[in-house]
């Protein structure tokens, strides 16, 4: 066990201070108690390191996913923590993922239902509504949660080692699963108003994916971000109210086709805001299949997830860029 | 990079620095702090770690010394990649288990059994493995009973128990401790050494950091000393704690001082036969002169210790100080210490209110000549060395 050559253990330093000679003080000796003792005069250590060993933080993007893949058992098992506190904590439980959207749809049939602009014919307004709150509330509550993942768990990353990104994607696992309860709602709504989805709603792998991406790359970024500013912490709850409406959710994303602004008219918007925000194609597409039975919108779906993939690379980016300090901080 | 054998770490010249004003993540504080890299004005920063080198081999054992503060937990960090440098390199090999304040990723919510689990996955476990550590692990902890129990009903030490259990049972190429010994009751403590040396003795390399400095001897082959950020002495464990006990002598010399009016140390002088240095096992003679407020009427206190306060024993003695210059001496029959440095204390208290003359201080360091105890094995802690004067016989 102690195969260890004596003075192994740092590089020696010159001594010249008061601490030049290794001094026999220990009395029990041991075996290897009879040298390798060094000693570092403090005034020999430098005040600044050299400056060409900095250490950088660059892990490349499909390393780090990999490495990230490597451990997925971890996000289930972060993911699965929180349900269980949650599940203990909250006595309705799992519920409130079948409470939480069915107000929402109600307060906008409520609200939204007898406006006409609004209305497509055929399809009732609660289930149109329904499609939009199910596909907003997983990037809400993902956004919402995911961002401040990093922050309530500092405790624990200072202690453990695998992926940061671990600690947001759990949350987006998480949400995951309420997203499916929510599901049920939307089901019994379907066989209640006797709507059946059409067979086009098979391309939701499509919509489902480009959410996805969306989602982590925003999570990821927002995670990273709050932990050297909080502040931002409160933003993000402004950005989930904001875009609940900025979100083609209770309107359709038809009305975006024909702008007239100034000098411009007739302009088509939607490819611009399909860009900014990829949630807008995936509403609309999960309408198009699903309620009136038509093929997804290609071009648009297209510039979304062009544009989601470009969110979740520089997210993934910009949060392992600042992981490096997340410990420190404290 | 060449790649060394699992359970290696190196450590090369690393250097860590926090943010003088670490903790400030608050906007203006980050507009603040852009606004001077902009004018490209220098960063406040502290160092926490200056120029750390550390080679560990495959199934050795270091310890971690050093006061408050001096860097060693930010070590550990580094070592477990759960912070990163800011200069150097530190690189490690194989897989990491950490014991590092355990209590951290118990989550009071859950019960026991979940606890296990959740911890056990976060540590790196496989479902498959947890479950076939399950009972060991509920054993070790000694909360068999409570284990579908919610953990916020569980006792702290329950608590700390059950997380280092759970840590305890990876099976890590490298093995870190950080303190973890400072909870928990004796005997617990005393199985945790025993747990670590079992591992230790499966070839796993230990780092050990602890300020109980009997565990680290008792762990430790070698270890390394930093003060103040730095790297003070490196080497084998006995020669470093001599280092470190030392220089704890003269820090706490420097900062008592006896020179508060009350009551001088002139001279302190221990021997043994015929005023030879003192021998273990033979009579001593502790000689001590000095000088104080006269009149008063106190009791001295003489302790020796092997290093920090704590003393291997005490005797008192009445006193009635004289005017000027007075000489004490303490006659032990039998010096139950074996060969090493110690070092003397005292104290004095005054009779008639019970209000200390002289807090307990150390006044001066002696040296003991002679036979050796023997070394205990692997991770048994010797409180203090005693001398006994022990024949075996065997048939």
Not at chain 2, 226 to 231: D, P, Q
Request: charged share 20%.
């Amino acid at each position: 066990m102690t195969g260890a050559a004596p003075g192994g253990l740092a590089t020696p330093v010159p001594c010249t201070g008061g601490w030049g000679v290794a001094t026999d003080t220990g009395g029990v000796s041991r075996p290897d108690d009879d040298g390798g003792l060094l000693l570092v005069d403090p005034d020999t250590v430098p005040d600044e390191p050299p400056a060409d060993a900095y250490y950088r933080h660059r892990v490349p993007l499909l390393l780090a996913i990999s490495h990230m893949w490597q451990r997925k058992e971890i996000i289930w098992a972060l993911a699965e923590r929180d349900v269980r506190v949650s599940y203990k904590q909250a006595t309705l439980g799992m519920a409130w993922g079948i409470i939480n959207p069915v107000i929402q749809v109600l307060l906008f049939t409520l609200i939204f239902g007898h406006v006409k602009s609004l209305k497509i014919p055929g399809v009732p307004y609660a289930i149109y509504a329904f499609t939009g709150v199910i596909c907003w509330s997983y990037f809400a509550g993902s956004f919402g949660a995911g961002s401040s993942a990093v922050i309530g768990n500092l405790n624990l990353l200072q202690k453990t080692h695998f992926p940061r990104e671990c600690f947001p994607l759990s949350q987006m696992l998480e949400q995951t699963l309420y997203t499916t309860i929510g599901l049920i709602p939307l089901t019994i709504l379907l066989v209640a108003k006797g709507f059946a989805p059409h067979a086009e709603i098979l391309w939701a792998p499509v919509f489902i994916a480009i959410e996805l991406l969306f989602t982590a790359g925003m999570v990821l970024a927002a995670a990273s971000i709050i932990v050297y500013v909080r502040d931002l912490g409160q933003i993000t709850a402004l950005i989930i109210q904001i875009g609940l409406f900025a979100t083609p959710v209770i309107w359709p994303l038809s009305k975006l086709a024909n702008i007239s602004i100034g000098p411009l008219h007739h302009w088509d918007l939607r490819p611009y805001y399909s860009f900014i925000n990829p949630l807008g194609p995936v509403v609309d597409n999960v309408r198009r299949t699903m309620l009136l039975g038509q093929n997804p919108d290609w071009p648009l779906l297209g510039i979304a997830a062009v544009s989601a993939s470009l969110y979740f690379v520089f997210g993934y980016l910009i949060f392992k860029r600042l992981e490096v300090g997340f410990a420190d901080i404290s | 990079m060449p790649t060394s054998a699992d359970g290696t770490v190196i450590v090369e010249h690393v250097w860590k620095r926090f943010r003088a004003d670490a903790g400030e993540a608050r906007l203006n504080a980050q507009l603040i702090r852009v606004g001077r890299r902009l004018v490209g004005k220098e960063q406040q920063w502290t160092w926490v770690l200056k120029d750390v080198n550390l080679e560990v081999k495959p199934g050795e054992t270091v310890g971690l010394i050093g006061i408050n503060g001096s860097g060693k937990s930010t070590l550990l960090k580094i070592i477990s990649h759960a912070m990163y440098q800011t200069n150097g390199r530190c690189d490690t090999y194989g897989r990491i288990g950490a014991l590092l304040e355990v209590r951290g990723g118990i989550n009071p919510q859950l019960s026991g059994r979940e606890n296990i689990y959740m911890f056990g996955s976060l540590l790196g476990l496989s479902r498959r493995q947890i479950a076939q550590r399950f009972d060991t692990i509920v054993e070790f902890a000694e909360v068999s009973t409570a284990i579908d129990r919610q953990v916020k009903f569980y006792s702290s030490g329950m608590q700390v128990r059950l997380g280092f259990s759970i840590a305890a049972h990876l099976d890590a190429d490298i093995l870190l401790v950080d303190e973890v010994l400072a909870v928990g009751d004796a005997n617990f403590q005393q199985k945790c050494l025993q747990r670590i040396s079992e591992v230790v003795a499966s070839g796993t390399t230990l780092l050990f950091v602890s300020h109980d400095l009997a565990a680290v001897e008792a762990m430790c082959d070698r270890a390394m000393w930093l003060t103040e950020s730095m790297v003070r002495a490196a080497g084998p464990t006995r020669a470093v704690l001599a280092q470190y006990r030392e220089a704890i002598e003269e820090h706490a010399a420097l900062a008592s001082g006896t020179d508060d009016g009350a009551l001088r140390v002139l001279k302190t002088e221990v021997t043994g036969p015929d005023d030879g240095p003192p021998r273990p096992g033979e009579a001593a003679k502790i000689r001590l002169v000095l000088r104080g407020p006269e009149g008063t009427s106190a009791f001295l206190f003489v302790g020796v210790s092997q290093g920090p306060a704590m003393p291997i024993f005490v005797t008192r003695h009445a006193v009635k100080l004289p005017s000027g210059e007075f000489e004490v001496r303490c006659l032990i029959r039998n010096l139950p210490i074996p060969k090493g440095r110690y070092y003397l204390w005292l104290s004095m208290i005054s009779r008639k209110n019970g209000e200390p003359v002289q807090g307990w201080a150390p006044v001066g360091h002696f040296d003991v000549f002679g036979a050796i105890t023997d070394t205990p094995p692997k991770g048994v802690l010797v409180l203090s060395p005693v001398y006994v004067d022990a024949t075996w016989e065997s048939s």
